[in-house]
C-alpha cells in the first residue's frame, strides 16, 4: 500500500516573520508614542517616533535582501506608517501644546493625520510610476520628523507647548500640507552607496553623527526642518514658471524640467518599471 503523496506546488501559505517583525516594532513605537504622550511623557513620545522611524527604514530593507517581499508585508507598512506617523505625530503634538486650544487644537492634528493618510494612499497608487529621484511631497517619516524634534525640543528647554499652542498648531497643519503638496522632495536613492569614497568624507560622517549625538534633539529638529524647506527651493528652481499644479493638485499636469533641461517625465518614462515588493517604501 502506497501512502499518499503531498502536493507542494500549490503557493506556500503564511507570512515572513523578520521584516513584519520589523514592521511591527514601528508600530509599536507609534502607539508608544501615543500612551507616553498621554502621559505627560513628551520626550520619550519624541523618542519613539525616530525609533520607529528605524524601524521602517530596517523592514524594507530586510525584505529585500532576504528576499522575503510580500504584497502582505507592502500593506503592512502602509497601515504601520499611518501609526506611527501619521497619528502618532498628531496626538504627541495634541497633548503637548493643542489641548487648550478647542477647535483648532483638535483640527490642526486632523489635518496632519488626514494629510499623511492621503500622503499614504497617493505613494501607494503611484508607485513605479514616478520619478525615484524625487518624492513628491514631503515623505511622511520627515513630517512626522518635524513634530517629534519640535516636542522633543521643547521638552529638553522646558518649554510649555500650552504657551504656544498656536504656533505648535501652524507647524502640525503646514507639515501636513506639505506632504500633500507637488513640491519635490529629493529621495537619494540615486546615491551610490556602494561605491568608494576617500577618507575624508569618513571623517565628515564621523563628525556629523558626533554633532547629532551631542544635541540629538535640536539638530534633528533642524535636519527635518531644513529638509521640509527644500522642497519648495527644488520646485522653483527645476520650472521655467512656477504654477498652482506644481504646487498642489494633479502632478500629471505640472510640467517639472530638471537644471539640465530635460524633462521629468520623460526620464521617469526612460526607468524600468518595478514591482511594488521590490521598491523603496517610502512614503
Not at 507616553?36 to 523618542?47: K, P, Q
Not at 540615486?190 to 568624507?201: H, Y
Not at 510640467?255 to 520623460?266: A, E, H, L, N, Q
Request: charged share 15%; proline share 3%; net charge negative.
Amino acid at each position: 500500500m502506497t501512502e499518499p503523496k503531498t502536493n507542494d506546488s500549490g503557493p506556500r501559505k503564511g507570512i515572513y516573520l523578520l521584516p513584519n517583525l520589523l514592521t511591527t516594532g514601528g508600530l509599536f513605537s507609534g502607539f508608544f508614542a501615543i500612551v507616553a504622550s498621554m502621559n505627560g511623557r513628551f520626550e520619550a513620545a519624541a523618542v519613539a517616533i525616530f525609533i520607529a522611524m528605524i524601524f521602517d527604514g530596517l523592514d524594507g530593507r530586510v525584505a529585500r535582501l532576504t528576499n522575503t517581499q510580500s504584497e502582505f508585508g507592502a500593506q503592512y507598512d502602509s497601515m504601520s506608517d499611518l501609526v506611527a506617523f501619521g497619528m502618532a505625530p498628531a496626538l504627541v503634538a495634541y497633548n503637548w501644546g493643542l489641548a487648550d486650544y478647542g477647535k483648532f487644537g483638535w483640527l490642526a492634528a486632523f489635518v496632519y493625520v488626514a494629510c499623511a493618510a492621503l500622503r499614504l494612499a497617493r505613494f501607494n497608487a503611484n508607485l513605479g510610476v514616478t520619478d525615484s529621484r524625487f518624492f513628491q511631497g514631503l515623505a511622511s517619516p520627515a513630517g512626522a520628523g518635524i513634530i517629534a524634534g519640535m516636542v522633543w525640543t521643547g521638552s529638553i528647554y522646558e518649554v510649555n507647548g500650552d504657551n504656544i499652542g498656536y504656533l505648535v498648531g501652524l507647524i502640525t497643519i503646514a507639515s501636513g500640507l506639505l506632504m500633500v503638496s507637488n513640491f519635490r522632495y529629493n529621495s537619494f536613492k540615486d546615491l551610490n552607496w556602494r561605491d568608494r569614497v576617500s577618507f575624508l568624507t569618513i571623517l565628515m560622517v564621523l563628525l556629523v553623527f558626533v554633532v547629532i549625538a551631542s544635541r540629538p534633539a535640536e539638530m534633528l529638529f533642524g535636519i527635518f526642518f531644513i529638509y521640509a524647506c527644500s522642497g519648495p527651493v527644488t520646485t522653483i528652481r527645476s520650472v521655467r514658471k512656477l504654477k498652482l499644479e506644481h504646487v498642489v493638485g494633479d502632478s500629471d499636469d505640472a510640467d517639472f524640467t530638471d537644471v539640465d533641461g530635460t524633462d521629468s517625465k520623460s526620464s521617469t518614462e526612460a526607468q524600468p518599471q518595478r514591482d511594488d515588493s521590490s521598491v523603496d517604501k517610502t512614503p
